[in-house]
C-alpha cells in the first residue's frame, strides 16, 4: 500500500497526460472526421475513394503497427524529413503518438459520421431545399447537426475505445498513466498492487467521460424530450 | 523498397501464431459471453451481480492494463500469498497461456452484451412454445434460443473478432514471437522498420479483409430459415 501512496503524485500525471493526449487526438481527429465524412458520401469518386482507402487501413490494422510505423518507421526517411524540416517532430514520441491516435481516430470517426450524415431523414434535407438552402449551408444548419445526434452514442464508444487505446503510448516511452505504473512496477516489483491501482485509475476516467458525453447527449436531444401535460 | 532480407518466412510465421491466439481467444471469449449470457439471466442477485461487475470492470480497464497485470502481476501475486502462508512457490506464466487468457477474457466481456442483445432478439413466444412441448430449461436453450441467438449475435461477434484480432498485437509486449513482435525482430535486424511493420500492417489488412468475406457467408448460411421480402 505505500508504494501507492508514495508514487500517487507521478501516477496522477501520467493520469493527465492520458487525458490530455486522448482529448488532444479527439479534438483533431474530430475536426478532420466532419469534413472528411462529407467527402466520403460526396459520391465524387477521386474524393471519396482516398477518404475510403484512408479509412480501410487505419481501420484494418491494430494500433500498434501505426504507432510503430510512425516513431520507427519514419526514421528510414529521416533524411527526406530533414530537407523538409520536419525531421525534430518525429523524434518526439508524444508527437508521434498524438499524431498515430489522432488518424487512428479520424478514421473511425470518420466512418461513424458517415453512417450518422446517410441516417439524416430525407424529408428534412427536403425541407431544407424547399426553403432555399443548399450545399454549404444545407449541410452546415441541417444535416450536420442532425447526423452528430445520430452518430453520438456510436462516437461516444469512440472516444472510450481511444482513451483506453492511449495506453499504448507508453510503448514508445511515452509517460501516460500506463507508462509510470510500467516504470514503478519494474523498478519495485509491486506489479499487481500498481497495475490493480492502475486499473482503478482507468475506470474512473472511464466512467467519468462516458458519464459527460451522455450528459452532453441529452442536452442535445433536449428538445426531443416530450413535454408532459395534464 | 519491399525486400523483405530473408525476413518473409519469419512473418508468415508469426502471422500463424497471430491467427493461433486470435481463433483461441475467440473461443474463450465465446465460451465465456455464454456462460455471462447464461449468469445474466439467473435468478440468483450474486451471479447477476457477478456478471454485471465482469462486464463493467474489463470494459473499463484498457487491454495492455490487463495484460501487463496478468503476466506481471499474476505469478508476484501467487508467490507474495504463498510467501505469507509460510510455502513460497515460484511461479512464471507462458506469455502464451497469460495473452490468450486475458485477450479471451477481455474480449469475453464485449461478447456476453453481444448475446444478451441476441437472447433478447429471439421472441419470448418461442421460448413459451417449447416449454409447453415439454422441453426443459437446457433442452430449450440448446435446442431453440441457442440456434436462433446465433444468427442475431453472429455480426456482433464478427465485430468482436475485428477488434480482438488486432488486440492480439499487444501481446508482443510481453515477447510472444506473434506477427508484430516478427516484425520487431526484423525491422531492428534490418534497420528497415518502415519496410516491415509496413509488411506487417498488410499481413493484418489481409486477415481483416478474409474475415469481412467469412462474416458475410456466415451471416448468410445462418439466416437460411429467415424469409426475404
Request: with cysteine.
Amino acid at each position: 500500500m505505500d508504494i501507492i501512496i508514495e508514487s500517487l503524485p507521478r501516477l496522477l500525471h501520467g493520469t493527465f497526460i492520458t487525458i490530455q493526449i486522448t482529448a488532444l487526438s479527439v479534438f483533431i481527429g474530430f475536426c478532420m472526421a466532419i469534413p472528411l465524412a462529407i467527402i466520403r458520401v460526396s459520391g465524387r469518386r477521386i474524393l471519396s475513394l482516398p477518404v475510403y482507402a484512408f479509412t480501410f487501413y487505419f481501420r484494418g490494422t491494430p494500433l500498434l503497427v501505426q504507432i510503430f510505423l510512425i516513431y520507427y518507421g519514419s526514421g528510414q526517411f529521416q533524411v527526406f524529413l530533414a530537407s523538409v524540416g520536419i525531421w525534430p517532430l518525429f523524434q518526439s514520441a508524444w508527437f508521434c503518438a498524438v499524431l498515430a491516435l489522432t488518424l487512428n481516430t479520424a478514421a473511425y470517426s470518420t466512418e461513424i459520421f458517415r453512417g450518422g450524415i446517410q441516417g439524416v431523414p430525407a424529408g428534412e434535407i427536403e425541407a431544407a431545399r424547399a426553403c432555399g438552402m443548399s450545399g454549404m449551408r444545407l449541410y452546415q444548419r441541417i444535416i450536420i447537426p442532425r447526423a452528430i445526434r445520430i452518430a453520438w452514442p456510436a462516437y461516444t464508444n469512440e472516444v472510450i475505445f481511444l482513451l483506453q487505446a492511449s495506453s499504448l503510448v507508453s510503448i514508445i516511452t511515452v509517460m501516460d498513466l500506463t507508462g509510470v505504473a510500467r516504470e514503478i512496477a519494474a523498478r519495485s516489483f509491486a506489479f499487481y498492487e500498481i497495475y490493480i491501482f492502475a486499473a482503478v485509475l482507468y475506470i474512473i476516467v472511464v466512467y467519468g467521460v462516458l458519464w459527460a458525453f451522455k450528459r452532453i447527449e441529452t442536452r442535445m436531444n433536449a428538445y426531443l424530450r416530450m413535454e408532459i401535460t395534464g | 523498397m519491399f525486400d523483405l532480407q530473408g525476413y518473409g518466412p519469419l512473418l508468415l510465421q508469426g502471422a500463424k501464431l497471430t491467427i493461433y491466439v486470435g481463433v483461441c481467444s475467440m473461443v474463450i471469449a465465446i465460451g465465456l459471453g455464454l456462460l455471462g449470457v447464461l449468469g445474466q439471466l439467473s435468478k440468483s442477485p450474486v451471479v447477476r451481480f457477478l456478471v454485471t461487475t465482469y462486464t463493467t470492470v474489463v470494459r473499463g480497464i484498457p487491454e495492455l492494463v490487463l495484460i501487463l497485470l496478468v503476466y506481471y502481476g499474476v505469478p508476484t501475486l501467487i508467490q507474495d500469498i504463498s510467501a505469507a502462508a509460510g510455502s513460497p512457490v515460484y511461479v512464471a506464466l507462458d506469455p502464451f497461456v497469460s495473452g490468450t487468457a486475458t485477450i479471451g477474457f477481455i474480449y469475453g466481456a464485449f461478447s456476453t452484451e453481444v448475446f444478451r442483445g441476441a437472447y433478447l432478439a429471439v421472441p419470448r413466444g418461442q421460448i413459451e412454445a417449447a416449454r409447453a412441448c415439454g422441453m426443459s430449461g437446457a433442452l430449450t436453450f440448446r435446442r431453440i434460443t441457442l440456434p436462433q441467438m446465433m444468427r442475431y449475435a453472429l455480426p456482433g461477434l464478427g465485430n468482436v473478432w475485428m477488434v480482438l484480432i488486432k488486440a492480439t498485437a499487444l501481446i508482443s509486449v510481453i515477447q510472444l514471437p506473434e506477427l508484430m513482435r516478427s516484425a520487431d525482430i526484423a525491422a531492428k535486424n534490418t534497420r528497415m522498420p518502415f519496410t516491415f511493420f509496413f509488411a506487417a500492417s498488410l499481413i493484418y489488412l489481409a486477415i481483416t479483409i478474409i474475415s469481412n468475406i467469412v462474416q458475410q457467408w456466415a451471416e448468410k448460411r445462418t439466416s437460411r430459415g429467415v424469409r426475404r421480402a
